[in-house]
Structures are given as structure tokens and as C-alpha cells.
């Protein structure tokens, strides 16, 4: 799709439904082996990741690779970011060398500080520049899932239910894929229960984006304060925490704890779930927090089919940015 042609990919909101699905199908035909074109020969990628990663960088790079490309890795300590140069000249340096810059930047400290530097990082750079996660966004995972829920139920895939739920986690995660998903849902008229309990609601900027794209798409986007209730019906339920984008370090830490016994998936939730509904979590987790282990090694289970999907929508991303 030329319309995709060089550009960045830093959030879902910057596309329209059809881009969207045009990368879903080319990543569906790309795992299903129908498109082994290399995309990418000759090109090389770069990637800069200012906190850990598994999913994301191997994925990444496995997917440069098979695309034909070269791919290296960066880390901050490594360049002279840890001398205090400037995101501008990072950025401006880097596009001279590579074809495409993806990046996962953000400090969970400084909520909305690691979206303005992959802006500024983008606005300096003279190749694409691709969101890795930061704190307002993760658009590649939430691909991912897309792909992941059309594979499962086809082309009805957008009227299942889908409850996307807060979950107990220790430490501080970004709202990433909460925000992107609801985008996403919006934009393709997906049916969407997003779950939280109160002081970790989502921010307003892409709750009235998501709402207003419903509208327009026909999907459907409801929010929830009660787990059990959410789950009635449901036909996939996926857990992922996430920080509370109005509260100081402790009194998010209080809010979470205070939550921490209702708000970790069961098999209680899928009792009242559809027959056949599924468990999502796009990792990492831990057993016992996010939700119970007969839940997250269970039959009903496909995190790993939505991990190994990372390789081919980022395949379908690169591709259709850079070829």
C-alpha cells in the first residue's frame, strides 16, 4: 500500500482502518508463507532501546533479518546519549547510517516525557522511526493481538467480545497497549470492554479518540469498574497492568495493592465467559499477579501465538515502510 510508504510508525491514531488492515493481511500471508519476498535487501536497522526487552527487540530484529535486511542493536550506555547528547543529533546521526530507527524510550517517572522524545526523535530523523513502546503507546504489539484475535475466530473477529482488563503487576507498566488497543478497536469496529478499577483510568486524549472512532466504524468500546461483570459474555479476556496516569509513585502503589485481590484473572472470570473464550497477556507476567497459573498454562491460552506474532506484523511494518 504506497499510502505507507516512508513513514513513521509511532501510534495507531496516524492511520486509517484500511492501512491497518492491509498490514494484517500481509502479515497473515507472510506466516502463512504466501509472501516470502525480501522486502528489505541491502537496507539496515537500527534499534535503540533505553529499557529492557524480549518480544520486542528479538522480534525486531528476526524480522530485519528475514526481510533481508542487516539489523543491530543500541543501548544508550553504548552511544553518547550517556554523555548527554542531544535526542535531535542522535536521531539526525542515525538516519544518516540506517533505514529505519525503531525505538522503545520512556522513564514511567515522567508520564508523556518518552512520547515527546520519540517526536522529537522522529522530527530530526530523515528515515522512519518505529514506536517500540513508549508511555502513551505500544501500535506493534497491538497489531500483534489484532492479528492474533483474526486468526483465532476469522473473519468475525470483531464482534467477539473482548475484555481488556487491569491487572496486578509490582512495578510500573506503561499504558501502552491499553491505549493502542482501544485506538485499534476503534478504528476497525472491534468490540471492546476495557476494565480497570477506579484511579487507573486510561487518558482521556485516547479514550475520546477511541469513542468518536467507534462511532464512526461501528464497533463498540465500553469501560468497566467491576472484573466479574466485564467477563460475562466474554469471548477473550486479556490482562495487562498499568500505571495510574493521575497519581504520585506511593499513592499508585496503594491503589494497586488496594486492588491487587480482585483484580487478577481466574478461572472464576471464565466460568462466566462464552465457551471457547481465550486468554491473552502480552507478556511479561508473573504467575499469580496478572492472573493464576492454571489460567495463563492453561488450554485456553495463546500468548505464545500472540508473542510469535510480533515477527510477522513487524515483518508486515517494515515492509511496507520501506520497501
Known sequence: MDSLKNRDFLGL??????????????????KAGQDRTRYLEGKTLGTLFTVPSTRTRISFQVAARQLGAYADHYSPAELQMSNNESLIDT??????????????????????????????????????????????????QVMADFLTLKERFGADYKKKKVVFTWAY?????????????????????????????????????????????????????????????????????????WKSLRSTTERDRELRERARPDWCVSQSHFDRANPGAVFMDC?????????????VDGPQSIRYDEAENRLHIQKAILASILQ
Not at 13 to 30: G, I, N, Q, T, Y
Not at 112 to 127: D, F, I, N, V
Not at 287 to 293: C, V, Y
Open 91 to 140: 536521531a539526525a546521526v542515525m538516519s544518516r547510517y540506517l533505514d529505519a530507527i525503531v525505538v522503545r524510550l520512556y522513564d514511567m517517572s515522567a508520564y508523556g516525557q518518552g512520547r515527546q522524545s520519540l517526536l522529537t526523535m522522529a522530527e530530526h530523523s530523515a528515515k522512519p522511526v518505529v514506536n517500540a513502546l513508549d508511555d502513551k503507546e505500544h501500535p506493534c
Open 13 to 30: 491514531k496516524d492511520f486509517k482502518a484500511a492501512e491497518l488492515e492491509h498490514l494484517l493481511e500481509l502479515a497473515a500471508a507472510m
Open 283 to 295: 507478556m511479561p507476567l508473573i504467575r499469580g499477579d496478572e492472573a493464576t497459573a492454571d489460567v
Open 169 to 241: 503487576a509490582k512495578r510500573q507498566k506503561s499504558p501502552g497497549v491499553t491505549h493502542s488497543i482501544m485506538t485499534a478497536a476503534g478504528l476497525l469496529g472491534a468490540n471492546l470492554t476495557v476494565a480497570f478499577p477506579p484511579g487507573f483510568e486510561p487518558d482521556e486524549e485516547y479514550t475520546a479518540f477511541a469513542l468518536e472512532a467507534a462511532r464512526r466504524s461501528g464497533g463498540r468500546i465500553e469501560f468497566s469498574h467491576d472484573l466479574n461483570e466485564a467477563c460475562e459474555g466474554a469471548d477473550v479476556i486479556y490482562a495487562k497492568s
